[in-house]
């Protein structure tokens, strides 16, 4: 049931002054459609359909695969005077499938001169006259990239997870309070903060529509992912960076780099990180690297607070990709709609249509580009990276507990000295560490 004093987003845009995430909504007293009961005011942030127009923005992406590429295309779809100038990559035919995207759907061309190779290349890239940067390297590498682009004075859209290692994530910490200082803009790729249906429900959910939140679950379980068979030619670096998704000194393994978002989900509804947390997983079927391919984790936060974690790669089994939060007077699935108890629907989000019917409301892939250019040119700051810093670290700590089989502390892990990879200086060589499948606990005497 929608509320009936809904403001409708074309009178509002018509009354309204544009802000950095899109336009704050006026404030509503929301009642329970079950009691009649005044719950609170909820202000609905109303995200704008495209970036305000201004100075030109230049951009570089640095790791052209398929996020980067997609990345850059979403970026050029968010608003005018946008462009993508120059671009960086370790392998020369990610430079090549990047410049031909480009061409193709958007007339793109880019000079050879802006086109950098060799696991340097950021560096050069960052010498190019531009304004912003695209990170979307494999995550390992995301810490010292995103620490280069502040230095250099960029604002950022970077791909989560911001790191795979504690020293990464506070790392991206500290420089995120530097790029605050310096007025630069971040976002970071955790697109349900900027999905339209999210921040409807969640403003509800903060005026106490289904009271104080109790517990959590989050959910991603999916069928395998994807993996690549070493070819003839490649090196032990090369065969790993293209198939890093199964490497955990590359990706954070997978409840890192995929199920963060619905941990980030947890965390930006409850207002704050877990405490510690109790896992458990294994690796059953995943035919590369050494990551898992199951976990499951309890974390709890302040006030005994649950969250119960779970995700899972691995074919022919239950999927679910969702979120459930409970509060003292009801639940809700993040996403849609708000219950009470009982399972009367108390609110349910409704997209926007055209005058045909169809859904106006944007892909979050392209919103959080139009929040991010918007930011910039009107001058309200976002800054993202710390709060997603402090979700990729949420969880590191449910993966370092279900490596160990030990119970794993957020004191635990701002302090730990951990850090993933090889040591040294990268080349496509030879990798100068073993890769070891951790196994919780000891073998039975």
């Given at each position: 049931?929608?509320?009936?004093?809904?403001?409708?987003?074309?009178?509002?845009?018509?009354?309204?002054?544009?802000?950095?995430?899109?336009?704050?909504?006026?404030?509503?007293?929301?009642?329970?459609?079950?009691?009649?009961?005044?719950?609170?005011?909820?202000?609905?942030?109303?995200?704008?359909?495209?970036?305000?127009?201004?100075?030109?923005?230049?951009?570089?992406?640095?790791?052209?695969?398929?996020?980067?590429?997609?990345?850059?295309?979403?970026?050029?779809?968010?608003?005018?005077?946008?462009?993508?100038?120059?671009?960086?990559?370790?392998?020369?035919?990610?430079?090549?499938?990047?410049?031909?995207?480009?061409?193709?759907?958007?007339?793109?061309?880019?000079?050879?001169?802006?086109?950098?190779?060799?696991?340097?290349?950021?560096?050069?890239?960052?010498?190019?006259?531009?304004?912003?940067?695209?990170?979307?390297?494999?995550?390992?590498?995301?810490?010292?990239?995103?620490?280069?682009?502040?230095?250099?004075?960029?604002?950022?859209?970077?791909?989560?997870?911001?790191?795979?290692?504690?020293?990464?994530?506070?790392?991206?910490?500290?420089?995120?309070?530097?790029?605050?200082?310096a007025g630069l803009c971040?976002?970071?790729?955790?697109?349900?903060?900027?999905?339209?249906?999210?921040?409807?429900?969640?403003?509800?959910?903060?005026?106490?529509?289904?009271?104080?939140?109790?517990?959590?679950?989050?959910?991603?379980?999916?069928?395998?992912?994807?993996?690549?068979?070493?070819?003839?030619?490649?090196?032990?670096?090369?065969?790993?960076?293209?198939?890093?998704?199964?490497?955990?000194?590359?990706?954070?393994?997978?409840?890192?780099?995929?199920?963060?978002?619905?941990?980030?989900?947890?965390?930006?509804?409850?207002?704050?990180?877990?405490?510690?947390?109790?896992?458990?997983?294994s690796r059953l079927r995943?035919?590369?690297?050494?990551?898992?391919?199951?976990?499951?984790?309890?974390?709890?936060?302040?006030?005994?607070?649950?969250?119960?974690?779970?995700?899972?790669?691995?074919?022919?089994?239950?999927?679910?990709?969702?979120?459930?939060?409970?509060?003292?007077?009801?639940?809700?699935?993040?996403?849609?709609?708000?219950?009470?108890?009982?399972?009367?629907?108390?609110?349910?989000?409704?997209?926007?249509?055209?005058?045909?019917?169809?859904?106006?409301?944007?892909?979050?892939?392209?919103?959080?580009?139009?929040?991010?250019?918007?930011?910039?040119?009107?001058?309200?700051?976002?800054?993202?990276?710390?709060?997603?810093?402090?979700?990729?670290?949420?969880?590191?700590?449910?993966?370092?507990?279900?490596?160990?089989?030990?119970?794993?502390t957020w004191e635990e892990?701002?302090?730990?000295?951990?850090?993933?990879?090889?040591?040294?200086?990268?080349?496509?060589?030879?990798?100068?560490?073993?890769?070891?499948?951790?196994?919780?606990?000891?073998?039975?005497?």
């Amino acid at each position: 049931m929608k509320p009936s004093n809904k403001t409708s987003r074309r009178n509002f845009l018509e009354k309204s002054a544009i802000g950095a995430l899109g336009v704050i909504g006026a404030s509503q007293i929301v009642k329970s459609c079950t009691t009649g009961e005044s719950v609170g005011a909820v202000t609905v942030p109303e995200i704008l359909k495209t970036a305000v127009d201004g100075q030109p923005i230049r951009a570089g992406v640095v790791g052209c695969g398929g996020r980067g590429s997609g990345a850059a295309i979403n970026f050029l779809d968010a608003g005018p005077k946008l462009s993508i100038v120059a671009i960086a990559d370790v392998f020369q035919d990610r430079i090549d499938g990047i410049r031909t995207k480009l061409k193709d759907e958007k007339g793109v061309e880019l000079p050879d001169a802006n086109c950098f190779t060799g696991f340097d290349a950021y560096k050069r890239l960052l010498e190019v006259d531009l304004d912003l940067v695209i990170l979307a390297t494999p995550p390992f590498f995301r810490p010292e990239h995103f620490q280069a682009c502040v230095a250099a004075r960029k604002h950022v859209f970077m791909e989560k997870p911001v790191a795979v290692d504690p020293v990464g994530a506070r790392a991206v910490m500290a420089a995120s309070k530097q790029a605050e200082a310096a007025g630069l803009c971040v976002v970071t790729g955790t697109q349900r903060r900027h999905s339209w249906n999210y921040n409807n429900v969640l403003a509800r959910v903060k005026a106490g529509m289904m009271g104080d939140i109790v517990a959590t679950n989050v959910y991603w379980n999916q069928n395998k992912l994807w993996h690549r068979e070493k070819q003839a030619g490649w090196t032990e670096m090369e065969f790993m960076l293209r198939d890093w998704v199964n490497w955990t000194w590359l990706s954070g393994d997978h409840i890192v780099e995929q199920h963060v978002h619905n941990i980030d989900v947890s965390n930006w509804f409850v207002g704050s990180h877990p405490l510690e947390a109790v896992g458990m997983g294994s690796r059953l079927r995943r035919p590369t690297g050494d990551c898992y391919d199951n976990f499951s984790v309890d974390f709890i936060y302040d006030k005994s607070v649950h969250m119960n974690s779970m995700c899972r790669q691995i074919n022919d089994c239950a999927t679910s990709v969702s979120e459930f939060i409970r509060g003292t007077k009801g639940y809700t699935n993040g996403k849609s709609a708000i219950w009470d108890a009982e399972g009367n629907m108390l609110y349910e989000y409704i997209a926007p249509v055209d005058e045909a019917g169809e859904s106006t409301m944007n892909s979050p892939y392209v919103q959080e580009h139009i929040d991010l250019v918007t930011a910039i040119r009107t001058g309200n700051q976002i800054v993202e990276a710390e709060e997603t810093a402090k979700s990729v670290l949420t969880a590191i700590m449910g993966r370092e507990s279900a490596y160990t089989g030990k119970k794993v502390t957020w004191e635990e892990m701002m302090g730990s000295d951990l850090v993933l990879g090889p040591k040294g200086e990268l080349a496509l060589g030879p990798v100068d560490f073993k890769a070891v499948i951790p196994i919780a606990g000891s073998a039975a005497e």
